[in-house]
């Protein structure tokens, strides 16, 4: 076996060969392989200039640990670059692309009055425009009505914190491509019934790691049917409108379902098994007080993790990333990779607030202080190192792949994960409600 380097395999089993462009509803057929100026375009608009002011001066300190929106670009610029130039070597002069496409620099993006909260000091991010007040306004008033109307979500005494959730900042962040506020609000509801299996069968409205696996199971059959017996599927059918968490799951993937191709479904379907797994394991080690490796604790995160999200960008979009480009390995990694580095930010901004809830709760700096033995800050610091080499091998993965297979359905979903990605980090940021940072600089 060759050695896989420290981020996994880069490089696929086998060689994948492209597949042949399949149309979908917004790109045009293509009928070659060679890199079209929508992937210049594609590379150009992956991260628009976006003026945000500088956050206030930490108070103390501060001089070691630099912010690094946008401007750590070494790394990406160089893989990015890479592409626009083309192929090197004798003979290949007039392949390059950076002299024959060069793509129009992007219109600056007017920074909107930038929200509250202070990005982690050192962290590698991309901000994000302000998302449009008036798409937020209206996800807001509708997922509101869906979850108090259509699947009684809440008792009342927890409106505050699903207001404070801000889903539809959330959701309009992240997903800048959908075309209407009905496909925003198929990510919008399946982020706020996530949410609600996660607080009420695992974290703090109820939830326990005991018994969790029965009730996780049941939760699935709503996303996943159950195909029984006449004598037995009435009760299976009962049981979805049983308490909060499956009215949440069936409803948010029957409007789902309804919108996307059957391999789009399928797809969520497994990338919500993936995450009950990781749930599982969190609550497996939680109940023994096991505190896993480093390495352990960040296979367990791969699918606890926010992989589900990012993954229906083309569903939202309006278009299908057909199953077979889904499933190519360097695809995979693109996905995996985007998906951890999303989650090691949720471990970053939500450190203090799961320091302060009962019980030991796994995050990546705790694990690390425990297992290597340093300080909290020196532990949290080095999680941000964690976050920001992942980031940047999420960055180098999705431009080897825009190489490689410049499809441009290939490359909008390229664009609407690297979106995904750049808006959680600012839904972060921006959660005072939920998040507050340490006070180590
Ligand atoms: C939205 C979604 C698919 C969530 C699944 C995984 C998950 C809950 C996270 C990645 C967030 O982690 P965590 O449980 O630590 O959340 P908070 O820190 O409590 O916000
Ligand atoms: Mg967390």
């Given amino acids: ?157 927890w409106e505050g914190q699903f207001d404070g959730l801000s889903v539809g900042r959330y959701m309009v962040a992240c997903h800048p491509d959908a075309p209407t506020v009905d496909h925003l609000m198929l990510a919008t509801r399946l982020m706020v019934a996530e949410n609600a299996v996660d607080d009420c069968y695992c974290e703090d409205h109820g939830g326990s790691p005991v018994g969790l696996g029965g009730r996780l199971l049941l939760a699935h059959t709503a996303l996943d049917h159950v195909h029984t017996t006449a004598e037995y599927a009435p009760a299976w059918q009962e049981s979805l409108t049983s308490d909060a968490p499956r009215r949440a799951y069936r409803s948010a993937m029957d409007y789902f379902v309804r919108a996307a191709t059957d391999s789009q479904a399928d797809r969520y379907r497994h990338d919500m098994a993936r995450l009950h797994m990781g749930y599982l394991a969190e609550a497996a080690w939680a109940e023994t007080g096991h505190v896993p490796e480093v390495w352990e604790y960040l296979a367990m995160r791969q699918f606890n993790n926010f992989r589900p999200c990012p993954t229906i960008t083309d569903t939202v979009g309006g278009y299908e990333l057909p199953a077979d480009l889904h499933a190519r390995p360097d695809m995979q990694r693109v996905i995996a990779l985007a998906g951890n580095a999303t989650t090691i930010v949720n471990d970053l901004y939500s450190y203090t607030k799961e320091l302060d809830s009962p019980g030991r709760h796994l995050n990546l700096p705790v694990v690390i202080a425990e297992r290597e033995q340093l300080s909290e800050r020196d532990a949290y610091l080095k999680a941000v190192e964690v976050h920001n080499e992942l980031q940047h091998a999420f960055e180098a993965a999705a431009a080897d792949l825009a190489e490689a297979c410049p499809l441009p359905t290939v490359l909008r979903f390229l664009r609407g994960v690297a979106a995904w990605v750049d808006g959680n980090h600012d839904w972060h940021r921006t959660n005072t409600y939920r998040y507050t940072l340490p006070d180590f600089w």
Avoid: C
Avoid at 91 to 114: E, F, I, K, M, N
């Fill in 1 to 157: 076996m060759p050695d896989s380097g420290p981020l996994g395999s880069s490089l696929p089993e086998r060689r994948p060969t492209p597949p042949a462009a399949v149309p979908d509803a917004l790109t045009p057929t293509v009928s070659d392989l060679s890199v079209t100026p929508t992937a210049l375009h594609f590379l150009a608009a992956l991260h628009p200039p976006v003026t945000i002011p500088d956050p206030p001066p930490p108070p103390t300190g501060a001089s070691a640990v630099r912010n690094t929106p946008d401007t750590d670009t070494d790394a990406a610029d160089s893989v990015l670059q890479r592409i626009l130039r083309g192929p090197t070597g004798p003979g290949t002069a007039s392949l390059s692309l950076a002299g024959r496409h060069r793509p129009p620099p992007p219109d600056p993006v007017p920074a909107a009055q930038p929200a509250a909260g202070r990005a982690v000091p050192g962290l590698y991010y991309h901000p994000v425009p302000e998302p449009d007040p008036v798409r937020v306004e209206e996800v807001s008033r509708r997922i509101k009505r869906w979850a108090e109307d259509e699947v009684q979500l809440y008792p009342e005494e």
